[in-house]
């Protein structure tokens, strides 16, 4: 099993970033998958979830700025990010449980002018 992120960088406020994330060794289209964050000093919090039918959740602090979506085709899953925010900088992974959770190495997401 394996889920790897990327499309993270820097970015000025304002600004818009997608982030991918392909999953590997399951079978993708069977599970929700999450998007979640860290902030240097803080604690990993949820930005959003996708289940397997699209139907998606998100985080106050997200809600009408980011949007998540699926392509089971290609077991990828994004976070579509607009109107970003310094409060947005933090490491972001995604995620699924299968027996026990499974995490990427997550993709660095920096706001700042």
């Known amino acids: 099993v394996q889920l790897v992120e990327s499309g993270g960088g820097l970015v000025q406020p304002g600004g818009s970033l997608r982030l991918s994330c392909v999953a590997s060794?399951?079978?993708?289209?069977?599970?929700?998958m999450g998007w979640y964050r860290q902030a240097p000093g803080n604690q990993r919090e949820l930005v959003g979830t996708i289940s397997r039918l699209g139907i998606t959740n998100y985080a106050d602090s997200v809600k009408g700025r980011f949007t998540i979506s699926r392509d089971n085709a290609k077991n990828t899953v994004y976070l579509q990010m607009n109107s970003l925010r310094p409060e947005d900088t933090a490491v972001y992974h995604c995620k699924f449980v299968w027996g026990r959770e499974y995490w990427g190495q997550g993709t660095q997401v920096t706001v700042s002018s």
């Open positions: 060794g399951f079978t993708f289209s069977s599970y929700t």
